[in-house]
């Protein structure tokens, strides 16, 4: 291993991108050194984070020992290891040359087993504990309770080890298939024993988790860690009661049998929880297995020698489920809930902290006191027997009566952890709607449901007559008391810069750059609303496409999969040489002679290409082979390179452009709004339509909440209420059929920065960037919008027209009915369904790994905008007037006198003289023409001159056509 000089480590960054690994709340601190952050549970901040000035970061915790920590010296004291292996960590987290994590191994030796070494037998070599033993045992703060000097703190832990029957190892040896191997632990990869008599358990706590538990011996079918000594202690408890002559008859009686139990018992997850709640002196039990069952009879039995059960599960997805299974179980144990800010901490792994052990490295015993002092069971009812007046017992059928009182705070805490709650609306006259969320799902309900659900359960359950009658008269579940059910404030962002979830009916997807994995429902620490839930049973299928960059730099797709009828749709809105590969080149031998030399010509195509197209389309025969066999493709055989290379990058950028827009997570740097328009050139308006826009739409339409708005409308952008249906939950606002002077500017704030939502006879609300939609813009025009800060904001995909309506411009109409023998999305099957999502899925994952922008070919697009930039007014008059017969390319022209002229052919009187430029300016762009050659400009970047002698200065245009000479005249 390297040397590694701490100086040349912390010049890195100054130790800083470890101390945020450690501590995330820090992040904010880099910036603003006034700022405190948390590293453990208290009610104000006090550590703080500094920058040396050698460029060290350290970080002080005031409301401890106020000592400055670098990166290192976290490590050490997080992970309770020496400085070489903390100097390692921080080395092989920064990925420093040479250097690689401190291997966590024990040292192992094998031979070929010996004669008294029989087959799967393991012997153990025992050892005292040492300090690095004991103290990897225990959490921070659980060690500190353990005494006030390490030496005390030694001795107990010690002592509470070996009283759990937990033994230290120095080695040892397994025979399996004829060999022995030796395994020895080492200061960094202790190895300990569970020793239960026939049946042990080995611990190794440095281990990976699928290896760091192993059994040896008789293992009982079921098991209770710290049972035994539970029970035997109170066997000690009962012997005390009665050698003080305990009295039943005393008044003190009842206080008596309570001392007769122990005060409580504490189950925990596992063997390292149960050491450290040991440490704050409870006593703990637990389950030889994560997998084992509570049995009824165990829960009787801790009762039996206990006056309270604690349940301190996990708090990680799975934790809380099965934590919320035995409460549901056992109404009468009470569970204590880590805090959920435990989550925001890392563990030497990067892992988000979850259990005890975690906690107790950042929360001190009065803080685990307190949740324990406040933890409550789920049963939601108070019981005591039913007395007259004079206090007697009142009796029922030869039985004393019981009366039931409705628990209002243990009766918000089962509903809540049954999943209802209120959430907080800015859109509802209370502020709060109530929500029953389930399995990561959150659903809108009335708060009748919540009644239904306690008599229900009631029922269920077969309970007491009077308790469900005292159920239904009671006050306590009317909506107005119901409103003290707890906010809920889950984690609705299911995305993040670099990931994506879609929620399915029994899944949901987690999508990054590097591929698509299946999580299971109800796992997850995300939750989403009912309605964004897509109600299909997904399955992952292998990817479909490939794309990558040639080594010109070009984009090229590899198409795997065309299953998804969908991506084939796609494919043939990409397919903008359509005509000349079907109508043309396939049916070359229709040609004359003479046309054909010319079509040579014209697309400088060799004689062996020519050939080619000859006799592909030389038969019916061939010409059905070629249709089908590119049915749906992009690289037709009858295409050039450059034609293959154009309709590919159409595809990859269609593809780019639905990831984007799936992507619910708002980049700055991407502020943009994705625009689809079509790629023919037409007379400017006309609408034509057809391409297959829309229905590009309908399909974000199934993954993302949407908001529609009429494009069509000129005046969209004057309406105060345009954005009143949008809230938090829109994913998408779709600019439907945008007009052609719809003013892009309106929405140039939206797409930046907040947006203002001004719902009818309601107060207004702000929508902050990271919270507001994505937007979608379709359009039958051309886009007059195309100054730099409108492109900035502007994601272009364009629609080829192998998709249309037969307006006279086509010798038929086709449709995707026409592919497909059936509409999309109406006519899908369940597989359709699936390879649908599974390609939108695919589209994300490709948007959620490219760094730069993927814009269209825009040759076609470039030119429809400045149609529409110029109108077709205009248009008609610049082709006339600047005609080769015109005779005014090619020479100063009087300004006044074009602008005269061109109000004369028109009769319009609205271009102003700017605009009258722009409009020129936009015609030569598309003829590629220069307007106003730089060597005629003045210092003011015009031309002006004094025609014909006059001795008033004029302003001139000048159109230079491509090999154009200037000419002063």
Known sequence: MNRIDIKDLLAIDGGLAYIVHRYPDARESETKSSRKFKIRNEKTASAGLKKMKDGTWIVTDFGEEQKGKNAVTIAMEEDNVDFLTALHTVAAFYQFEGVEMPTRKPIMNKWTAKPEEAEGVMSFDFKEFDLSDIRSLYAEYAWRALGHTDEARMTAGIQKATYLHLKCLKSYTHTKNGVTREYTSTELFPIFLWDEGDWKKLYKPRAEKAFRFQSYGKKPDHFIHGLDQAQKKFGQLQAQADAESYDPDAPDAEEKRKQKKLPELMYCSGGSDALNVFALGYDPIWPNSETAELLASDVKEFFRIADALYNIPDIDGTGKKAAHKLAME??????????????????????????????????????????????????????????????????????????????????????????????????????????????????????????????????????????????????????????????????????????????????????????????????????????????????LMDEMFTISKTADGLWD??????????????????????????????????????????????????????????????????????????????????????????????????????????????????????????????????????????????????????????????????????????????????????????????????????????????????????????????????????????????????????????????????????????????????????????????????YLSCEEKIIPPMTNVSKRNLMSEMGDHFRGWAEVFFSPEAGNLDKLVLKEDAMKDFENSTKLKTFSSQRFLKALKSWTKLHEYTLNPAELLNSQGRIVRRPNGSDTPKEMVYVRTVDGEIDEL
């Open 330 to 539: 056992y109404l009468a144990m009470k569970t204590i809930w880590l805090p959920e800010e435990l989550r925001e901490f890392r563990d030497g792994n990067g892992n988000s902290c979850k259990d005890l052990r975690d906690y107790l490295n950042r929360f001190r015993k009065f803080d685990f006191d307190e949740l324990k002092r406040v933890a409550i069971p789920y049963q939601f009812w108070d019981e005591d027997v039913s007395r007259d007046k004079e206090g007697k017992v009142r009796f029922k059928f030869g039985k004393p009566m019981a009366q039931f009182v409705f628990n209002n705070v243990h009766g918000y805490n089962f509903l809540f952890r049954n999943g209802f709650a209120r959430i907080p609306s800015l859109k509802e006259k209370d502020g709060f709607t109530f929500v029953h969320v389930h399995n990561n799902i959150v659903k809108p309900i009335d708060p009748s449901k919540v009644k239904d659900f306690i008599h229900g359960f009631l029922e269920e359950r077969k309970m007491a007559t009077d308790l469900r009658n005292t159920m239904y008269r009671t006050p306590q579940l009317s909506d107005s008391s119901l409103a003290n059910l707890p906010l809920f404030y889950g984690d609705f962002k299911t995305y993040g810069p670099d990931y994506q979830y879609i929620f399915f009916q029994k899944s949901a997807w987690k999508i990054t750059a590097a591929g698509i994995a299946e999580e299971k429902a109800g796992s997850l620490d995300k939750v989403i609303w009912e309605h964004k839930v897509i109600q299909h049973k997904a399955k």
């Open 557 to 846: 797709i590899d198409i795997k999969d065309k299953s998804c009828m969908f991506f084939r749709f796609l494919i043939q809105t990409c397919r903008v040489h359509w005509r000349k590969e079907l109508e043309e080149r396939l049916k070359m031998g229709d040609m004359s002679g003479k046309d054909r030399k010319k079509y040579q010509e014209q697309y400088g195509l060799s004689e062996e290409e020519m050939d080619v197209m000859l006799v592909q389309g030389s038969t019916a025969e061939n010409r059905a082979d070629y249709k089908k066999t590119y049915q749906f493709a992009v690289d037709g055989g009858l295409l050039l390179p450059d034609e293959i290379a154009e309709q590919k990058l159409h595809l990859v950028n269609r593809i780019f452009a639905i990831g984007y827009a799936l992507h619910r997570y708002k980049n700055p740097a991407r502020p943009w709004a994705v625009f689809a328009m079509d790629n023919k050139l037409s007379d400017d308006g006309e609408s034509h339509g057809g391409a297959g826009k829309g229905l590009v739409a309908k399909a974000l339409y199934k993954l993302a909440t949407k908001v529609q708005l009429d494009g069509r409308n000129p005046k969209l952008a004057e309406n105060p209420h345009v954005f009143e249906n949008v809230d938090a939950d829109t994913d998408l606002i779709h600019v439907e059929d945008a007009n052609e002077f719809l003013n892009f500017g309106f929405f140039f704030a939206p797409l930046t920065s907040s947006m203002t939502i001004n719902p009818k006879q309601k107060r207004s609300f702000e929508l902050g960037f990271d919270d507001s939609p994505k937007f979608w813009f379709d359009t039958n025009f051309g886009d007059r919008m195309t100054d730099p800060s409108s492109l900035r904001r502007k994601l272009y995909t364009v629609f080829g027209d192998y998709y249309h309506e037969n307006n006279g411009d086509y010798k038929e109409s086709w449709t995707p009915n026409d592919d497909f023998g059936k509409s999309l999305f109406t006519d899908f099957t369940e597989e359709d369904w699936n390879a649908f999502y599974n390609f939108m899925a695919q589209c994300l994952r490709f």
